[in-house]
């Protein structure tokens, strides 16, 4: 087992990348805390999971809920080994669209968040622990009605970078994955009805050179070689899984 006696801190825990990223975790021997901002998606992500996992009520958006997250996990494992900082989403707004209030949000919650789940969770990772920050395709080409989406998440690929450097003297990997088209609940969420959805869905396929999106358990096997032994030597890189859409 890849992360037998670890343990792991998963925000975003309760749907698509973050849900399958928990199942697989524990799988493969970890106790792990699932971090939920949505009460009913949170506890179905419960009775997917087993009773073995801690569910954490918490919006990443606000510090103080970060910390308490944090608190609930340590007091319950004594430690945290793997940190998954996976919380994220948007909706799709045009230039002339974009409010202050929708900006600070997707501040809040896609770059801020991020950056204290590392500050919170980093004081008690263990030696030799594993940060994994979910990026995106977008951190590598523009998509119309998502600039503030792809801003926090290039923002994000540089906390990468910056923590990678700043937390490896205490033997701490921080790196990031990045997801393309990928069938999970995200797409469904950012605001399109189903005829403009499928119409970006065909789009998108028709630039991967696979032609098809990923699923959830691709993303969740790159990021448990991420937060195992297995990429020891590999910090603040971003392993990209986008079935070749931001190479070719």
Same mark, same amino acid.
């Given at each position: 087992? &890849?992360?037998?006696?670890?343990?792991?801190?998963? *925000?975003?825990?309760?749907? =698509?990348?973050?849900?399958?990223?928990?199942?697989?975790?524990?799988?493969? =021997?970890?106790?792990?805390?699932?971090?939920?901002?949505? *009460?009913? /998606?949170?506890?179905?992500?419960? &009775?997917?999971?087993?009773?073995?996992?801690?569910?954490?009520?918490?919006?990443?958006? &606000?510090?103080?809920?970060?910390? /308490?997250?944090?608190?609930?996990?340590?007091?319950?494992?004594? +430690?945290?080994?793997?940190?998954?900082?996976? #919380?994220?989403? @948007?909706?799709?707004?045009?230039? %002339?669209?974009?409010?202050?209030?929708?900006?600070?949000?997707?501040? #809040?919650?896609?770059?801020?968040?991020?950056?204290?789940?590392?500050?919170?969770?980093?004081?008690?990772?263990?030696? =030799?622990?594993?940060?994994?920050?979910?990026? $995106?395709?977008?951190? !590598?080409?523009?998509?119309?009605?998502?600039?503030?989406?792809? !801003?926090?998440?290039?923002?994000? +690929?540089?906390?990468? +970078?910056?923590?990678? #450097?700043?937390?490896?003297? /205490?033997?701490? /990997?921080?790196?990031?994955? @990045?997801?393309?088209?990928?069938?999970?609940?995200?797409?469904?969420?950012?605001?399109?009805?189903?005829?403009?959805? @499928?119409?970006?869905?065909?789009?998108?396929?028709?630039?991967?050179?696979? &032609?098809?999106?990923?699923?959830? *358990? %691709?993303?969740?096997?790159?990021?448990?070689?991420?937060?195992?032994?297995? $990429? @020891?030597?590999?910090?603040?890189?971003?392993?990209?899984?986008?079935?070749?859409?931001? %190479?070719?």
């Amino acid at each position: 087992m &890849k992360l037998k006696d670890k343990v792991a801190f998963v *925000t975003g825990g309760t749907s =698509g990348i973050g849900l399958e990223s928990a199942r697989l975790f524990r799988a493969e =021997g970890a106790r792990v805390a699932v971090v939920g901002s949505n *009460t009913e /998606r949170l506890s179905a992500a419960g &009775k997917e999971l087993g009773d073995d996992v801690l569910l954490i009520n918490a919006d990443v958006r &606000k510090v103080e809920e970060i910390e /308490r997250a944090v608190r609930e996990a340590v007091d319950k494992f004594g +430690r945290l080994d793997v940190v998954f900082a996976n #919380a994220g989403a @948007s909706t799709v707004a045009p230039l %002339e669209a974009v409010t202050p209030e929708y900006f600070n949000d997707n501040v #809040a919650l896609n770059l801020a968040g991020t950056f204290f789940t590392i500050q919170k969770t980093a004081p008690h990772i263990s030696e =030799g622990g594993s940060i994994v920050v979910t990026t $995106s395709f977008l951190t !590598a080409i523009g998509k119309p009605g998502l600039s503030v989406l792809g !801003a926090m998440k290039a923002g994000a +690929r540089s906390l990468v +970078r910056t923590l990678g #450097a700043e937390l490896a003297p /205490r033997g701490i /990997r921080v790196n990031a994955v @990045s997801p393309g088209a990928i069938a999970t609940p995200f797409f469904g969420k950012i605001g399109l009805n189903e005829e403009q959805l @499928s119409a970006v869905a065909a789009g998108l396929q028709e630039q991967i050179p696979m &032609k098809r999106f990923g699923n959830a *358990t %691709e993303l969740a096997k790159a990021v448990l070689y991420l937060a195992s032994d297995d $990429s @020891s030597y590999v910090t603040g890189t971003e392993l990209v899984v986008d079935g070749g859409l931001t %190479e070719f």
